[in-house]
Each structure stands twice: as C-alpha cells, then as structure tokens.
C-alpha cells in the first residue's frame, strides 16, 4: 500500500509542478510563487517512526511556536542537556542511532518535530521556520550543553544560533550550505526565466520574513562562534560533500566517511563515536 501511496503523491505533484510552470510563462508573479509553495510543502511517511530503540521518551510535550503545536521528547538523565534537530521530511525519533549513543554515554535528550514534520502540526516548512522553531527550543528547554543537527535541521541550528548570539557547540551531519541554489535548481528544471526566479525568490523573502543573503554558512559561521563538529559522507547525494564543507569556518573540527551516505552518517558507530568524542570534550573547552 506505502508504495502505491507515494506513487500517487508523486504523480500529483509532478502535475502541480508543470502548472507551475505553465502559469509562470503568462503569469511570472504567480507561478513563482506557486512554484515557492510547492517547494516548501512538506510530506509526512506513511511509516511510523521506530520507537524499539534504547527507550521511550520520558515525557512527550507539546510546545506553541508561532500558532503551530510543535511535539517535544524529553529523556531526562543526570549528564549535560543535548538538542536534536532532524532533517527536512524526517521526525525528531527517526535519529534514533543519534538518541541511543546520547543516552549510553549519559546525557540528557530533547528532540522534536519541526513544524509540518512528524507530530507537529503544519503541511509546509522552511529553513526560517527551522531556525525560529529551534530559537523557541533552546529558550523554553535551555541551557544546552550543545546541539546535534541532520541536514536541514543542522543548517537550522546553524542560523538559529547565529541569529540569536547564543553560545551553543554544534554538530553538523551534512548540513546544506545555500538557499538560493535550491530554489535557482528548480527553477532551471521549470524552465523559469531570470525575471521569474528573481520574483520567486522575493515571494520567497516575504512569506518567510528572512533575507536570503543571511543564511549561508559564510554568515552564520564566523571566528566568534562556539566551536563545532562537521561530519561528512562521501557518497552523500542528497547534500554533496563540497556544500557542507562551507561550514568549516571558525572553530570548526571536520571528519569525512568514505563510506557513508546522507541517511547511514546518523547511525554509523564511526561517525557517532565521532560526535561523542567531541560533545564529551566540550567540558575541557567551556
């Protein structure tokens, strides 16, 4: 049934991407921003999240942002606080290799669902709504002792902290470096004219209240900010090993894995007794 399901959802959004593109040939304001719409929309699996891992939540909260009902999973314990924050169309219990090292070496957990994403409500995000989310994380659950980040939900953090000037360690798992680029491949594949993208990308600035030129990984990295972990798979296909390589500016500590891709980096044993090596040093660092 799940593959037939998504072949379905695949099919209709094949055809509301091509009226997108129709539409923006007669209408360049308004298939842009019907082409911003789609790309932020979100999809939920079908499929549960695993939860037989080394153990349930302790508590599962609800938290308000910006009218969405964000859900939170605590595991509380007596070792430093770590926030997790998942990747784009994943959920907070799907790092669960992330959690089950956290939780063995002793620290305290919190993870949740970004808005449109696993328990939480919405259907469509964004990298601005990925960092407020977390901005209201660490103000409702803070002080971490540092935060861990797959993909969307590193660049996240990356921007999150940037923005608020917390002093907050990081470990990036193949954060995406650039915004624009995105948005600029989809319009090339929609046949989009310059005019139009410019457009969309500026539909794209209002919707979102963020100024595109704020979010790269050479803004939100800098000299003065708490060091970080980068990891890197090289046969990542989803996030490509030169884009994440941008984060490493300021006191930035980078390990590549030949091996690995974009999914397997959150539970290879090699890449999570990376991140431990590096979370349980923070103490010799603050």
């Avoid at 902290?161 to 990081?170: E, K, N, T, Y």
């Avoid at 980078?254 to 991140?275: I, N, Q, T, V, Y």
Wanted: net charge positive; charged share 20%.
């Amino acid at each position: 049934m799940w593959p037939l399901k998504s072949t379905i959802v695949r099919s209709i959004m094949q055809g509301q991407w091509q009226a997108a593109a129709l539409i923006s040939k007669l209408k360049p304001d308004l298939g842009g921003q019907m082409a911003v719409e789609l790309a932020l929309r979100t999809r939920r699996s079908s499929r549960p999240a695993p939860i037989g891992f080394c153990e349930r939540p302790h508590y599962r909260e609800n938290l308000i942002v910006q009218g969405h009902r964000i859900s939170v999973y605590r595991w509380v314990g007596r070792g430093p606080r770590i926030l997790l924050s998942h990747g784009w169309n994943s959920s907070g219990l799907r790092l669960y290799p992330v959690v089950e090292a956290l939780r063995k070496q002793g620290y305290e957990v919190i993870a949740f669902d970004h808005i449109g994403h696993g328990g939480s409500s919405g259907q469509s995000a964004s990298l601005a709504r990925f960092a407020r989310v977390i901005q209201a994380m660490i103000l409702h659950y803070g002080p971490f002792h540092a935060a861990v980040g797959h993909s969307m939900g590193a660049a996240g953090l990356a921007l999150a902290r940037h923005q608020c000037g917390v002093a907050l360690p990081l470990v990036l798992l193949a954060p995406p470096a650039d915004v624009r680029g995105w948005f600029s491949h989809i319009a090339k594949r929609l046949g989009f004219s310059q005019n139009t993208y410019l457009r969309m990308e500026r539909f794209l600035e209002r919707r979102e209240h963020i100024d595109l030129n704020s979010t790269p990984p050479e803004v939100t990295m800098t000299e003065k900010s708490a060091p970080s972990l980068l990891l890197i798979g090289h046969k990542d296909r989803e996030v490509l090993p030169e884009e994440s390589r941008r984060y490493e500016r300021g006191p930035v500590r980078r390990a590549e894995f030949p091996d690995l891709d974009h999914k397997s980096l959150c539970s290879d044993p090699g890449a999570l007794s990376s991140m431990l090596e590096f979370l349980d040093g923070l103490g010799r660092l603050t």
